[in-house]
């Protein structure tokens, strides 16, 4: 028999109810409910009281002397998300920072595609001989457009539902993501018709619980196969492949660093939009938005001198965090 834990401090009601809220959008969240059981314990036996979270009352719950780095950062978020949700509600908080989390150094330096690449590969997407036992020939013009377009990970367009999709806004909706977070993308009015075309023809009978990029089966079509048919444009687009790159995430780095390229050259004050660049990507802070500031910079040098002089202090050094898949 499974135990009930007892809730005991004053924030006790308002934890609950943050609970519910997450589990009933599909999200399991039991190890979190569990971590919010311990700190409802630790905010009673240590004489928390009333509605409210302060500094050092998060301190001394989100960094045990003797825990990982990465439990902490896993708290840090929980008790952020927490945060967030009591300010919805109208009470002043204090909203802790994400500043655990595991600084990934790789020597990989994220492949971006040129425009005549992405030209050619999507001109071999579109004329892809027809194949009568698969649904390629249907659904891979859009979902590398779409990948290319947004800069979603892979998994996140692979995982989206019909759903997901409202057109009369243009709009999205990604749900769990990385560090299982919900959020609005925004796309391209021409992306939009390509959708809705699908939509007509391939998905004119489904249910707003199907996929949106199925398996012949109707599943969810996995990485692999993309990667697959990924490997088979490259080739037929003369687009050398090597253990540099290109990668299906290399559509992601081009769409960041295309963004950047074209603030920079327009005159846009990028600290006023790096915060929507990374909103959008779905980046928790700001240090993969800023390597890909680097990155832009390191590519076309002409914008190396404006991007140093006025955002040096944003730019990270060589070397920088790689945010991988």
């Given amino acids: 028999m499974s135990r009930i834990y ?15 809220e997450k589990q ?9 409910a569990r971590e919010l059981e311990r700190f409802d314990a630790y905010c009673h036996y240590n004489g928390y009281s009333g509605i409210r979270l302060t500094k050092p009352m998060l301190d001394g719950f989100i960094y045990g002397e003797f825990e990982r780095s990465s439990t902490h950062y896993k708290k840090e978020i929980l008790m952020r ?9 109208g009470y002043q908080v204090y909203v ?18 040129t425009q005549k690449q992405l030209y050619k590969f999507f001109m071999e997407v579109d004329s892809y001989p027809l194949e ?3 649904n390629r020939n249907l659904l891979d013009p859009v979902l590398f457009r779409l990948l290319y377009g947004s800069g979603l990970r892979v998994s996140e367009a692979l995982n989206l539902k019909l759903k997901d999709i409202d057109l009369e806004q243009e709009v999205l909706i990604i749900r769990h ?12 009015h021409s992306l939009s018709k390509r959708i809705r075309l699908l939509l007509d023809t391939y998905h004119r009978f489904n249910t707003d619980a199907s996929f949106l990029f199925p398996s012949i089966t109707g599943n969810r079509t996995d990485k692999s196969t993309v990667y697959r048919r990924f490997r088979d444009y490259l080739l037929m687009a ?5 253990s540099a790159g290109p990668r299906v995430h290399s559509f992601r ?11 920079v050259l327009s005159g846009t004050e990028l600290m006023n939009v790096l915060p929507y660049l990374a909103a959008y990507m779905g980046h928790t802070d700001f240090r993969a938005t800023q390597y890909y500031l680097r990155l832009t910079a390191d590519l076309y040098p002409d914008l190396i001198s404006r991007t140093e002089a006025e955002f040096g202090y944003v730019i990270p050094e060589g070397g920088g965090i790689y945010e991988g898949k």
Avoid at 81 to 89: I, Q
Avoid at 178 to 186: A, H, S, W
Avoid at 253 to 263: D, N, Q
């Fill in 81 to 89: 998300d927490f945060a967030e949700f009591l300010g919805r509600h």
């Fill in 177 to 188: 993501a990385k560090n299982n977070k919900d959020r609005l993308i925004p796309i391209a």
């Fill in 24 to 32: 009933m959008t599909n999200f399991k969240y039991k190890n979190q």
């Fill in 132 to 134: 009568e036992t698969n």
């Fill in 253 to 263: 780095h081009t769409f960041a660093v295309s963004c950047l390229k074209k603030w």
């Fill in 238 to 242: 003369d687009i050398p492949h090597t």
């Fill in 6 to 20: 007892e809730w005991k401090s004053d924030i006790k009601d308002l934890l609950r109810i943050f609970i519910r």
């Fill in 96 to 113: 802790p920072l994400t500043k655990s989390a595991p600084q990934k150094r790789n020597a990989h330096i994220p492949y971006i595609f």
